[in-house]
């Protein structure tokens, strides 16, 4: 079992940077892929970004690729979102996600879920 809590979220202007967090529980993180997903008002949940239990392997969405960044630090079993460049349309509730095995792109590969952080975007 994985519990995550998410934090980091908040309001900022067009341009500007957040970082989001992702705390897990249980001591088999570094088993675990990582994702984050956000999902906008009115819209379907989406992916955003992946990483590989160690960290070896990223992927991004090519909505947010060259301007968000996902790490990991398995010593404090937390993984990280940095989110550079941001814009109006980035504005969505973000949600880390956990599976056990390989890194994914897909949200109903995951089996554990954060409650959400929301980031809001202004222009």
């Known amino acids: 079992q994985v519990q995550l809590v998410d934090t980091g979220g908040g309001l900022v202007q067009a341009g500007g940077s957040l970082r989001l967090s992702c705390a897990a529980s249980g001591r088999t993180f570094s088993s675990y892929a990582m994702g984050w997903f956000r999902q906008a008002p009115g819209k379907e949940r989406e992916f955003v970004a992946a990483?590989?239990?160690?960290?070896?392997?990223?992927s991004y969405a090519d909505s947010v690729r060259g301007r968000f960044t996902i790490s990991r630090d398995n010593a404090k079993n937390t993984v990280y979102l940095q989110m550079n460049s941001l814009k109006p349309e980035d504005t969505a509730v973000y949600y880390c996600?956990?599976?056990?095995?390989?890194?994914?792109?897909?949200?109903?590969?995951?089996?554990?879920w954060g409650q959400g952080t929301q980031v809001t975007v202004s222009s």
């Open positions: 990483i590989k239990w160690n960290g070896g392997s990223t």
């Open positions: 996600a956990a599976r056990y095995g390989s890194r994914s792109n897909y949200q109903s590969d995951y089996n554990y």
